[in-house]
């Protein structure tokens, strides 16, 4: 059973433009939705990440959307550039003593000049 | 960086050769986490642990083993490598108690022919 989906899989977005990803999840004990970005040969490293309290967080040119109600979460990359070219994904967790997340299967975004 | 250093990086075996893969952090945090990472797949979680000698499973942890004998130290073993374990793995790191903040290692990346 797929916890978080996706979409889309891949992006192509022309510098300047606005990237938008969109995720699901079904999970409603789910309350931490980060996002990550992965270079190639990288780890993934955390970007920004919105708890359920919040319907919006903003930092720099990325925001986190985010809507309870329809249990789904959006990142927008605004005045995208070619160096946000990489893999974002997607996260949910749920609170307690043992925090685990589960990911998205990515969205690969090129940015073109 | 976050002081996580995974080896090997690159590691080619053979169907049936047993397998393990280290990590290695110097944060001393207790939450440790081993994903693997496939086209199409994301990132699924293998075992995670949340203290010496505390392991548990993740979603995909048939065919794999890890233990913890030491803080700073977080070993993944395939015990009978298979071509279906083919794959980068990730290493992470949680600094905070109850959150989704992860740190990942820069992976290593196995083949088994």
């Known amino acids: 059973q797929q916890q978080v989906k996706q979409s889309p899989q891949s992006l192509i977005v022309q510098k300047g433009g606005i990237s938008i990803i969109n995720c699901a999840y079904e999970?409603?004990?789910?309350?931490?939705f980060p996002w990550y970005q992965q270079f190639p040969g990288k780890g993934p490293a955390l970007l920004i990440a919105?708890?359920?309290?919040?319907s919006e967080k903003k930092e720099g040119r990325f925001t986190i959307s985010f809507n309870k109600s329809a249990k789904q979460f959006s990142l927008h990359i605004m005045d995208s550039q070619p160096g946000d070219s990489a893999t974002y994904f997607c996260?949910?967790?749920?609170?307690?003593?043992?925090?685990?997340?589960?990911f998205g299967k990515g969205t690969l975004l090129t940015v073109n000049p | 960086d976050a002081g996580i250093t995974q080896s090997p990086r690159h590691k080619v075996t053979e169907t049936g050769t047993p397998v393990t893969l280290r990590c290695h952090q110097t944060?001393?945090?207790?939450?440790m986490y081993w994903y693997r990472q496939d086209p199409g797949h994301g990132l699924r979680l293998i075992h995670y642990?949340?203290?010496?000698?505390?392991?548990d499973k993740g979603e995909v942890s048939d065919g794999y083993s890890v233990s913890r004998s030491k803080t700073e130290d977080f070993l993944l073993t395939l015990e009978s490598a298979t071509s279906s374990q083919t794959s980068v793995y990730f290493c992470?790191?949680?600094?905070?108690?109850?959150?989704?903040?992860?740190?990942f290692g820069e992976g290593s990346r196995l083949t088994v022919l």
């Open positions: 919105i708890r359920p309290d919040v």
């Open positions: 944060e001393n945090h207790r939450y």
């Open positions: 996260a949910a967790g749920a609170g307690g003593s043992n925090y685990k997340l589960t």
């Open positions: 642990s949340y203290g010496v000698k505390d392991t």
């Open positions: 999970n409603t004990a789910f309350d931490y």
């Open positions: 992470a790191i949680s600094y905070q108690l109850n959150t989704g903040e992860l740190f």
